[in-house]
Every structure is written in structure tokens, then in C-alpha cells.
């Protein structure tokens, strides 16, 4: 089994910065990539952003571009994202996810793994 436990969420201005972690463990082998969704409230989930775990190929939604940087650390099997220029839309449950499916990184369906999410507010 995979463990995600995600961290660095938080209250922070409209503008500001945050960062977030997803520490990966147990069978983590055979991943293709590593996600960040998000599910704000009365939303759907939805893709934010992915990066590859060979090769670090990074995809972004629309929304995020920009703003937001994914980067990851192979040896501590952990992807980060890096967010800033915060806005109040960016509210959301943040959750990483594994993709082992070699396939469709921005597919939230693609994504076998889950972690319980770390809340990020963004105040106006």
C-alpha cells in the first residue's frame, strides 16, 4: 500500500504564498507521476498541476499557470507545490495523488493513491 500525507496548507491573503508537501511511503515503485487536485467548496475535484517522476515533465491547468510551481524530490519521494499570487478562487481541500497507470497525468481518473488533504484559504 502508499501512504500520502499531505502538508503546508493554511490562511493566507489574497497575493500571498504558500507552499505544499506530499510525503509519499510505503510501495511507492512504479509511479509515473505525482498530482496535485484540488476540490473547492461546491466544486468538483479538479487537476492543478503533475510532474512526471522520471524525466520531471510538468503539467499545469489553465488556472494555475503562472502562479503555481510543481517540482519534486526523488529521493524523499516527495513532489511540492509551490503556490503563488494567491487568489480567493484558490480556496480549496489540496490533495497529491500517484499515477501508476503511465497514462494521463492530468487525468484525475488515472490516479490510484490518495492522500486526506490539507486545507488551503485564501482571504480577499
Known amino acids: 500500500q502508499v501512504q500520502l500525507v499531505e502538508s503546508g496548507g493554511g490562511l493566507v491573503q489574497a497575493g500571498g504564498s504558500l507552499r505544499l508537501s506530499c510525503t509519499a511511503s510505503?510501495?511507492?515503485?512504479?509511479?509515473?507521476?505525482m498530482g496535485w487536485f484540488r476540490q473547492g467548496p461546491g466544486k468538483e475535484r479538479e487537476f492543478v498541476a503533475a510532474?512526471?517522476?522520471?524525466?520531471?515533465?510538468?503539467y499545469y491547468a489553465d488556472s494555475v499557470k503562472g502562479r503555481f510551481t510543481i517540482s519534486r524530490d526523488n529521493a524523499k519521494n516527495t513532489p511540492y507545490l509551490q503556490m503563488n499570487s494567491l487568489k480567493p478562487e484558490d480556496t480549496a481541500i489540496y490533495y497529491c495523488?500517484?499515477?501508476?497507470?503511465?497514462?494521463?497525468?492530468?487525468?484525475?481518473?488515472?490516479?490510484?493513491?490518495w492522500g486526506q488533504g490539507t486545507q488551503v484559504t485564501v482571504s480577499s
Open positions: 510505503g510501495r511507492t515503485f512504479s509511479t509515473y507521476a
Open positions: 510532474i512526471t517522476w522520471i524525466g520531471g515533465t510538468t
Open positions: 495523488a500517484i499515477n501508476r497507470r503511465f497514462a494521463a497525468p492530468t487525468d484525475l481518473g488515472a490516479y490510484d493513491y
